[in-house]
């Protein structure tokens, strides 16, 4: 920001308009303009939601994106870089050859930036030396509570940092925030929380892994504060997101919401969506360590009046069986939030993509947690994560009963016998449930369980779920994969 500007003072942004770019524009404008942000020559990074290549609404509106790279051009930015680290195992390149980020962004004046390095990486062997060499060139290790993150030194040496961030629900913090957004400022890699090391019940019932994931998140954030966040929630996705799922509804509020703080502005979105603050643990940490303002009186609200555009919204289930999955009994213990966010987006996905394959696969039971209800009479069982693995392993469907007729013949040495004749006994065998799928992880990888899903029931029994394995391995290479694990970054 410029000197002159008051770094004491919170301000935010209720804007609303009749297009997303007018939008943007009017919100920058009420805030001050774009010159209180951005100084002559400076570098700027503009951080956005890049997941897969799905296109809008998953990631940021493209249309609010190419105005704001026009009006930092216009406050003189000597260099404006966009980009984003994206889902485990996909690459900046396979999502940018899909939707042509780089052709599209270098036509407006601005570069995308491949913060994974997957450009230079994609499809070739290299060396381990060189991508050490290529690693300490392009990263920075910055220490934080005692833990490292990787974090691209384009971000780190930015002059100013700009979130623009695409709101949706979320399964875990009810709305993708900016907060959130910064999270994939860092690899992938330095994004997971390691849990196992901690697998035991008192981890699970304390909900440890979303206490982690909250301070790691604010860790991050620290390194790199923004000046200027942009929530975009012109269009949202409700019920079910942050992706594009069957249950997914668009919503259109046709608002924003902009300020100089991003706990601030998060905190003012929640409250245009009705939302309580006060089970919102994100938001409480932040506030307690001191970097924003949680109380909306103490914020120097602009624009449009809070309550008169204030709008409900449908979030996410908060219990798995409110997915309603065909053909599926979903039974559910005690859970951490890291392990109910991927059976989300996994029954999701099912739900969204396998319709024809539910069809052939009747009579699945899928348990997760710690200590699960047993399943009845069915003929495939799903374990979810370590913790259903582990604590359903003397489980009585863990083992199957077959029972079969043996015929003897017996001595006629009595009047019963003669008449009898032939006699049948009926004899009871105990084996192991092969109709068991293990599915490891805490907590587990979504693309190693439909991997492990497409193995056991097979290809003529998942059409569909064949077509998705086969999009996704356009979007994976296992070179690319390789040499990204090496560096550090998956």
């Not at 940092?161 to 695409?166: A, E, M, P, Y």
């Not at 923004?226 to 259109?252: A, C, T, V």
């Not at 489980?395 to 003897?408: M, N, R, T």
């Amino acid at each position: 920001m410029n000197e002159d500007s008051d770094f004491n003072e919170t301000e935010v942004a209720i804007v609303k308009d009749g297009t997303p770019e007018n939008t943007v524009l009017k919100g920058i404008e009420i805030l001050g303009g774009i010159s209180k942000f951005i100084n002559e020559g400076d570098q700027v990074f503009i951080k956005f939601n890049l997941s897969l290549p799905t296109g809008f609404p998953t990631n940021t509106n493209f249309d609010v994106l190419d105005t704001l790279i026009s009006a930092c051009k216009k406050a003189g930015a000597s260099k404006i870089f966009l980009g984003s680290f994206v889902l485990k195992t996909v690459t900046n390149k396979s999502i940018s050859s899909m939707l042509n980020l780089e052709e599209h962004f270098n036509n407006l004046g601005a570069e995308f930036v491949y913060l994974d390095n997957s450009n230079f990486l994609d499809k070739k062997k290299i060396k381990e030396e060189q991508l050490e060499r290529m690693k300490k060139e392009f990263f920075s290790k910055v220490s934080i509570n005692e833990r490292e993150f990787l974090i691209p030194k384009v971000i780190e040496n930015s002059d100013k940092l700009i979130i623009v961030n695409q709101v949706n629900v979320n399964p875990l913090f009810k709305l993708n925030l900016s907060l959130l957004n910064s999270y994939s400022m860092v690899a992938p890699k330095w994004q997971e929380i390691d849990s196992n090391k901690n697998q035991n019940n008192n981890y699970v019932l304390q909900d440890q892994y979303e206490q982690d994931l909250i301070s790691n998140i604010l860790d991050v954030f620290t390194i790199k504060k923004p000046d200027l966040i942009i929530n975009d929630l012109f269009y949202l996705l409700e019920s079910s997101g942050p992706f594009i799922y069957r249950d997914s509804h668009l919503q259109k509020p046709g608002l924003m919401v902009l300020g100089n703080n991003a706990v601030s502005t998060d905190l003012i979105t929640l409250k245009l969506l009705k939302i309580d603050i006060r089970d919102h643990g994100l938001i409480l940490e932040a506030n307690k360590r001191g970097l924003g303002l949680i109380d909306h009186n103490l914020i120097k609200l602009l624009g449009e009046d809070l309550e008169k555009n204030s709008i409900s919204v449908e979030l996410c289930p908060l219990n798995l069986k409110d997915i309603n999955l065909k053909n599926y009994l979903i039974n559910t213990g005690d859970i951490c939030s890291g392990c109910f966010k991927q059976a989300y987006h996994l029954l999701n996905i099912v739900k969204t993509h396998m319709i024809k394959d539910l069809k052939y696969n009747p009579r699945n039971a899928f348990l997760i947690g710690l200590n699960p209800d047993e399943p009845k009479r069915f003929d495939h069982v799903l374990l979810f994560g370590d913790c259903a693995i582990r604590s359903t392993k003397n489980g009585k469907f863990q083992k199957k009963q077959i029972k079969s007729k043996k015929s003897s013949k017996k001595k006629k040495n009595s009047k019963k016998s003669r008449e009898n004749g032939l006699k049948n006994k009926e004899t009871v065998k105990i084996i192991k449930n092969k109709n068991i799928l293990e599915l490891p992880g805490c907590p587990p990888d979504i693309f190693s369980c439909l991997e492990l899903i497409f193995k056991y029931y097979g290809e003529k029994n998942l059409p569909n779920l064949s077509l998705l394995r086969t999009y996704i391995k356009t979007l994976i290479d296992s070179k690319t994969t390789e040499n990204l694990r090496i560096m550090g970054v998956f």
